[in-house]
């Protein structure tokens, strides 16, 4: 679908609204724990951008969870259009993918699970949390209100640096030929790093015609993963980024940050034996530090015309073999109920072996997801995937869905037709891990199919092929 929004003067408003799950909340991002948060280090926003060109208006949300549903993300879409007016269509919902707060639904199971025992005791391995979700959603659209009722005439600059300080491809090849994530500090078994990461620090700052900063768009590719399997709430380094830039730019200045495609991107570089991974407050204060000496090359678009274009595709759900089944199903017979370990609990760059708690096993947990997909979907099943391109100007915004691997950003920045072009992933709706084909051959757990991983070997070639197509219409 394309909607053409009217030349005439560009409007916009932002706003932010704390959404800050109680404490109890169960914690998202991790696969097997129960998180229940305990203490708030920061709190954690919804934040909105509204533009208005004409009649029409589009509205970009970024929110500092870690994932949202389908379902949400669509309910979210629809429930805009039927109070603002905002087409659903031009309503993009970004979860920044923050390891230390929770999602909007259930992201581990399918809604037609019944593997997973029922009852309270056990609704914490689904995912999410039930009692979160109505509060959120109702702030996620106050919020929205709270920017259209700032909508006034502005101007838009962009910026770019470059900084390679933060962020690194998390997949290293074995001299076996297999991937692992993040193996020891310089193991010598390592042959070398998979692939590459986008040191890319994109800035897109709303001024309006007093020159009073109204928000600034943030764009930087990495996993929030501070905070990983721990009992607190932090907004990462996108809130830490978010707060240098408003000590900067001013209190009503609204920065959203739009994290890139980091399936496979990470704070560290397990080549370096010297590297100490930066805590989410140098890593925030860093990529500010880059945005602010980008912004003394800022060029403000002139009269810049809007223009949104949405893509269907339909990916094949990945096969899943009749051996495969039969060995996940014989795990289920054999174990009912999940199966619990003893597992050292995550210090954010290393495992505390002194503290440990139960965890669901990784072989239990897979081979549940393996039979709720196969369950689900069943065989040469589709997934209906939702690409969204913006316009502003000379800045393109893509907005993608799941995790998709760095290399399909990279390609669509390499062919896009716009002079800046961000991308943004976790968009409307969870799909899991998207890998390169070559990352199929490795392995590695972003490839075990299951709910977190489950489109066809090609999805990222024809997500990345579809968005350069999209681009190219907009900017021709």
């Not at 962020?167 to 994530?181: E, I, K, L, P």
């Not at 899943?320 to 060995?327: D, M, P, T, V």
């Not at 299951?450 to 070639?461: P, Q, Y």
Request: with cysteine.
């Amino acid at each position: 679908m394309d909607t053409i929004l009217n030349e005439s003067k560009l409007k916009a408003g932002a706003a932010q609204i704390d959404i800050t799950p109680r404490i109890g909340t169960q914690l998202d991002g991790d696969l097997g724990y129960k998180r229940p948060a305990e203490v708030v280090f920061e709190p954690l926003y919804a934040k909105a951008l509204v533009l208005e060109s004409g009649n029409e208006k589009v509205c970009i949300i970024s929110l500092d969870l870690t994932a949202i549903t389908k379902e949400w993300g669509d309910k979210i879409r629809l429930r805009t259009e039927q109070r603002y007016g905002i087409l659903k269509e031009n309503v993009m919902v970004h979860a920044l993918q923050n390891h230390a707060a929770t999602s909007l639904g259930h992201i581990m199971v399918t809604e037609t699970n019944n593997l997973l025992p029922e009852g309270d005791d056990w609704a914490w391995a689904k995912g999410g949390d039930d009692n979160y979700i109505l509060f959120a959603v109702e702030k996620i659209l106050d919020v929205i209100g709270e920017a259209i009722g700032k909508l006034q005439a502005v101007n838009i600059g962009i910026c770019r640096g470059i900084d390679g300080r933060f962020a690194f491809n998390r997949r290293y090849v074995m001299r076996d030929g297999t991937s692992q994530m993040l193996p020891d500090r310089c193991n010598e078994e390592i042959l070398h790093i998979e692939g590459p990461s986008d040191p890319e620090v994109g800035v897109a700052l709303i001024t309006n015609d007093n020159l009073e900063n109204i928000a600034v768009l943030l764009h930087h590719t990495c996993h929030p993963v501070h905070g990983n399997a721990m009992n607190y709430i932090t907004s990462g380094w996108p809130g830490a980024w978010s707060e240098c830039m408003r000590d900067r730019l001013g209190s009503n200045c609204v920065p959203i940050v739009l994290n890139g495609c980091c399936g496979n991107v990470f704070h560290d570089n397990r080549l370096d034996p010297t590297y100490i991974p930066y805590d989410y407050k140098g890593m925030g204060k860093g990529l500010a530090e880059a945005s602010i000496k980008a912004l003394k090359k800022l060029k403000y678009i002139s009269n810049p015309a809007l223009l949104i274009k949405n893509k269907h595709l339909e990916i094949p759900i990945r096969e899943i073999s009749e051996e495969e089944l039969e060995k996940a199903r014989q795990i289920l017979k054999d174990h009912p109920m999940p199966k619990l370990e003893e597992t050292p609990k995550w210090d954010d760059i290393k495992w505390d072996k002194n503290e440990k708690r139960n965890s669901i096993t990784w072989d239990w947990f897979y081979a549940m997801s393996t039979i709720d997909l196969y369950n689900h979907f069943g065989r040469n099943a589709k997934f209906d995937y939702e690409i969204q391109a913006f316009k502003i100007g000379d800045l393109a915004i893509v907005a993608l869905g799941g995790e998709p691997f760095v290399e399909g950003q990279l390609k669509i920045k390499l062919e896009s037709p716009a002079p800046y072009t961000f991308l943004a992933h976790m968009c409307n709706y969870y799909v899991g891990y998207i890998p390169t084909k070559e990352a199929f051959n490795r392995g590695g757990y972003e490839t075990c199919t299951g709910i977190a991983s489950k489109l066809h070997e090609d999805a990222l070639d024809m997500i990345a092929d579809a968005s350069i197509v999209l681009l190219q219409d907009l900017f021709r």
